[in-house]
């Protein structure tokens, strides 16, 4: 279905455009995917055992290395691209990523997700690196194909949260703490739980789609740009709250929403169907604290 979401004409620029981008350096790959694999030895791994020493003394020379493989590639922006993406993993690994919703938690992610990783970087992308990030909220009516994948995505997310919550990881709705049912504070909790649903998937298609992806697809074929996004998305979500077998889903998501932002063009369009997916999620959660609460706060 996602397939036919734009006509041919697109598909053909698309492809034009893939084909310019096969010229890439192997220092740009190289230091693409070291900085990946730090994105994941720091965040993505951050709260997982280990022995010896942790996950992120490994992840941090890897940043290092890669800003200075980096500076060999051919494109006077890239090394500013990776430090830029360097930035954004020293900022993540400065935040407490967890699903609090306690007034100082949510005052801290506000700055450091929001001002440190939002407006930042668009701040550095168009006056340092000079080149705007994209903000294309609409592109065009939706077509029949774009409406009925609204619903298909929210009935795949109904089925795939409902096992990952209750047969595959029953306890995963203890990464996001409530109080105790029945309690006067419940129902400011949940609609903290709610609003925090929102905001984090707002800030997942800002961050990761029109933040690095974007920066990622002006240098590289799409799916190798979609993959490397994919791998912080991925990190980021495991590292909040998706444990388990929470990459198993979180990563073909993060690229089918790369794959569904090339088709549309529209922002708008994936922040609408993230927060879709995330209105199940609030329902999981919500009634695996409470069985049988309902759909509200």
Not at 21 to 35: D, E, F, G, P, Y
Not at 88 to 111: C, K, M, S, Y
Request: hydrophobic residues 55%; contains cysteine; proline residues 6%.
């Amino acid at each position: 279905m996602i397939t036919a979401l734009l006509g041919r004409s697109r598909e053909e620029t698309e492809a034009a455009s893939e084909r310019a981008n096969l010229a890439v350096t192997r220092a740009r790959q190289i230091s693409l995917w070291l900085t990946a694999a730090a994105m994941i030895l720091v965040i993505g791994l951050r709260s997982v055992p280990h022995v010896g020493l942790p996950w992120h003394w490994f992840g941090f020379p890897l940043l290092v290395v890669s800003l200075w493989i980096g500076r060999r590639d051919t494109d006077p922006n890239w090394p500013k691209v990776l430090a830029l993406l360097a930035y954004t993993v020293v900022v993540l690994w400065l935040t407490r990523i967890d699903g609090d919703t306690g007034d100082a938690h949510v005052l801290e992610l506000a700055l450091m997700l929001g001002v440190g990783i939002l407006v930042v970087p668009a701040l550095a992308a168009k006056y340092w690196l000079r080149e705007p990030l994209d903000y294309s909220w609409v592109h065009g009516r939706w077509s029949r194909e774009m409406w009925l994948w609204f619903p298909t995505g929210f009935v795949l997310a109904f089925g795939i949260l409902w096992g990952y919550f209750n047969l595959l990881t029953p306890t995963l709705h203890h990464s996001w703490p409530l109080p105790l049912r029945g309690g006067p504070d419940q129902p400011e909790a949940l609609w903290r739980l709610f609003w925090g649903c929102n905001f984090v998937g707002f800030w997942d298609e800002l961050a990761f789609i029109n933040f690095v992806f974007v920066l990622l697809r002006r240098r590289f074929s799409f799916w190798e740009a979609n993959f490397a996004q994919a791998v912080f998305f991925t990190s980021f979500l495991h590292e909040m709250a998706f444990l388990g077998w929470g990459p198993v889903f979180i990563f073909p998501f993060a690229l089918i929403q790369g794959y569904t932002y090339r088709r549309t063009r529209s922002l708008l369009y994936i922040v609408v169907l993230h927060l879709l997916i995330d209105s199940v999620l609030f329902y999981m959660i919500a009634n695996r604290w409470y069985p049988g609460w309902g759909w509200h706060p």
